[in-house]
């Protein structure tokens, strides 16, 4: 066994500084307490980082700068302040033309009156036809021929089926008078009976209210509006009205001496 001595020689021929036994050895010196405490680990100092030599810094090349183009920009536009169109002058209104009416008439002559009757059926009247023998009844209550006198051919209206023609109210309310003034101008007449509405709106300008009035027309002279011949049949209490009216303007035509 090596004593301590020769045990430190070795050591130290070793270059071993320090170090510890695993089992106790004989002959040996005893241990120190510090030896046996964990070394403290010891940081190294921070070092300054050493800049690069002049010689190794690499230059670092740039890249060429891009020439600027300036492009023109057009100029914004400033909008123009609307401008108020002028106001269009207002149209005319347009005239609509009325549908021409349609309608029978046919003139009758009874003693000192004319009778400007419409056709129930648009045709001439038949001896047997139930109007006709209404009108016959009429006339002979007022105290006329009960067998009118026909002058002419029936009025019908519109004129024309096809045509730029006007045929509207006012077209047929100038020919209707035209065609009574015409045979007034041959023979006078004391009355004109006005029976049915086409007669009394386009020879006397009147319209339905005023069945059973006597009026005075422009040109034509007196004239007594009635009902039309089928409107009594199919309303019979109208010939009351009928009756009354005829009595008061019964003097009209009758004769003096009767």
Known sequence: MLIESSRRAYLAAMQVVQWLPRTELPFAAPSRPE????????????????????????????????????VPRPTPKVAAKPVPEPEAAPLAPKVV??????FALQLLRAGSCLVLVELPTGE????????????????RAAGLP??????????RWPLLVRGNLDQGPEAARDFVQGFVL????????????LVGLPAV?????ANAEDYNRDLQVEGLGDAW????????????????????????????????ND
Not at 52 to 63: D, G, H, K
Not at 97 to 102: K, Y
């Open 35 to 70: 030896l046996l405490a964990p070394p403290t680990p010891v940081e190294p100092p921070p070092q300054a980082a050493s800049p690069a030599p002049a010689s190794a810094a690499v230059p670092v090349a740039r890249a060429p700068e891009r020439l600027k183009i300036e």
């Open 97 to 102: 033309q009325a549908p021409p009416p349609r």
């Open 124 to 139: 001439p009247f038949q001896s047997r036809d139930p109007a006709y023998l209404l009108l016959k009844d009429m006339l």
């Open 146 to 155: 009960d067998a009118p006198q026909i002058i002419g051919e029936p009025v």
């Open 182 to 193: 015409a045979r007034l101008e041959e023979a006078p007449c004391a009355c004109l009976w």
């Open 201 to 205: 709106r386009f020879a006397g300008e």
């Open 225 to 256: 509006c009635l009902p039309g011949l089928e409107l009594l049949m199919d309303e019979p209490q109208r010939k009351a009205d009928v009756w009354k009216a005829m009595r008061r303007l019964m003097a009209r035509w009758k004769p003096k």
